[in-house]
């Protein structure tokens, strides 16, 4: 604002004085007080002379100014890429246990923000320079880079990575990123998402433990909305919803917990903790769903829950042996 009004100043002071035309003015202004030095546009008066000190005094104060600012804000530009570059690299060295998201399109996006929302540590690797500026915002770790490549992948830690997500568009990619990965970490989780189901198959047999066809999915879920809105409306409430207080989870048996080898009967699940217990997976993961009162709870075994939270969190508690 300083600068707009020296200059402002300076093409009105000429035009009164020597009686220019405004862009005659404007120009001896800025080389004015620029002090470029290119000459006077035509002769100046005594009184112009005078005005062209005071303007020069006036405006090389200003220009010296806002030059300054203009340099503090490109050094602090600088510095802060260079202390954030130091700190991303320090957290890509020290993160582990977490999950590689390849692909931050709109499903990467979700993924990331759902898991970070349950307090699970993740990595980002998308190939477009846009989702930088949004990761940062989200103080979310990520390499701009191909995630194809398996010093990428390495780069992003995945020997020390509790699973990976494929989700970039491109089938292909999909299973190649696929097959680094079972690669470089034999023992690693991947999820990959196919938009063909002809892919499905392939992506299993390259080494990914689930596979996820969201256009499949998403249709299935349309058709049940018709169908079955009830039971759609149950599972949105236990699965996603915010503000109630009955959820769904799925809970460990821990070898010390105290219900190992204890009938579903004499647990006092139902009965104590107002917790009902939907379904149970076995150690070789084979899924029993409405469990017989005599089924054994065994250590391995993962109980799929239905309760208020309170009472599943104390389940929790239980089973691992707290």
Same mark, same amino acid.
């Given at each position: 604002?300083?600068?707009?009004?020296?200059?402002?100043?300076?093409?009105?002071? !000429?035009?009164?004085?020597?009686?220019?035309?405004?862009?005659?003015?404007?120009?001896?202004?800025?080389?004015?007080?620029?002090?470029?030095? !290119? @000459?006077?546009?035509?002769?100046?008066?005594?009184?112009?002379?005078?005005?062209?000190?005071?303007?020069?005094?006036? +405006?090389?104060?200003?220009?010296? !100014?806002?030059?300054?600012?203009?340099?503090?804000?490109?050094?602090?530009?600088?510095?802060?890429?260079?202390?954030?570059?130091?700190?991303?690299?320090?957290?890509?060295?020290?993160?582990?246990?977490?999950?590689?998201?390849?692909?931050?399109?709109?499903?990467?996006? *979700?993924?990331?923000?759902?898991?970070? $929302?349950?307090?699970?540590?993740?990595?980002?690797?998308?190939?477009?320079?846009?989702?930088?500026?949004?990761?940062?915002?989200?103080? *979310?770790?990520?390499? *701009?880079?191909?995630?194809?490549?398996?010093?990428?992948?390495?780069?992003?830690?995945?020997?020390?990575?509790?699973?990976?997500?494929?989700?970039?568009?491109?089938?292909?990619?999909?299973?190649?990123?696929?097959?680094?990965?079972?690669?470089?970490?034999?023992?690693?989780?991947?999820?990959?998402?196919?938009?063909?189901?002809?892919?499905?198959?392939?992506?299993?047999? $390259?080494?990914?433990?689930?596979?996820?066809?969201? !256009?499949?999915?998403? +249709?299935?879920?349309?058709?049940?909305?018709?169908?079955?809105?009830?039971?759609?409306?149950?599972?949105?409430?236990?699965?996603? /919803?915010?503000?109630?207080?009955?959820?769904?989870?799925?809970?460990?048996? +821990?070898?010390?917990?105290?219900?190992?080898?204890?009938?579903?009967?004499?647990?006092?699940?139902?009965?104590?903790?107002?917790?009902?217990?939907?379904?149970?997976?076995?150690?070789?993961?084979?899924?029993?769903?409405?469990?017989?009162?005599?089924?054994?709870?065994?250590? @391995?075994?993962?109980?799929? $829950?239905? /309760?208020?939270?309170?009472?599943?969190?104390?389940?929790?508690?239980?089973?691992?042996?707290?």
């Amino acid at each position: 604002m300083m600068l707009v009004l020296v200059i402002l100043v300076g093409t009105v002071g !000429y035009m009164a004085i020597e009686g220019w035309h405004a862009f005659e003015a404007l120009y001896m202004t800025v080389i004015t007080i620029t002090t470029v030095g !290119y @000459g006077e546009v035509r002769t100046v008066s005594e009184p112009g002379r005078v005005f062209t000190v005071f303007l020069i005094f006036m +405006g090389m104060g200003t220009m010296a !100014y806002t030059l300054g600012i203009v340099a503090q804000m490109m050094v602090e530009i600088q510095v802060r890429a260079i202390i954030g570059r130091r700190k991303l690299g320090r957290k890509l060295r020290s993160i582990k246990n977490h999950y590689i998201i390849c692909g931050c399109g709109r499903i990467g996006s *979700i993924i990331a923000h759902e898991l970070r $929302a349950n307090g699970i540590p993740v990595m980002v690797i998308d190939h477009g320079p846009d989702a930088r500026e949004s990761l940062e915002k989200q103080d *979310i770790p990520y390499i *701009i880079d191909d995630a194809t490549s398996e010093d990428v992948l390495i780069e992003a830690g995945i020997e020390r990575a509790k699973g990976l997500i494929a989700v970039v568009l491109s089938d292909a990619d999909n299973l190649f990123i696929t097959m680094s990965a079972r690669g470089l970490n034999p023992d690693l989780f991947i999820l990959a998402r196919a938009d063909e189901e002809h892919t499905e198959g392939k992506l299993l047999r $390259a080494g990914a433990n689930k596979v996820v066809l969201p !256009y499949l999915i998403g +249709g299935r879920r349309m058709v049940h909305t018709i169908l079955r809105p009830a039971v759609t409306d149950f599972l949105d409430f236990t699965l996603h /919803g915010k503000n109630i207080e009955l959820k769904m989870e799925e809970l460990l048996v +821990g070898d010390r917990s105290k219900l190992n080898g204890v009938k579903l009967v004499d647990s006092g699940i139902r009965q104590e903790m107002n917790v009902m217990i939907v379904a149970i997976r076995d150690k070789g993961g084979e899924m029993s769903f409405n469990p017989s009162s005599e089924v054994r709870i065994e250590a @391995g075994d993962t109980l799929v $829950a239905l /309760g208020p939270v309170s009472d599943l969190e104390k389940l929790t508690s239980i089973l691992l042996g707290k």
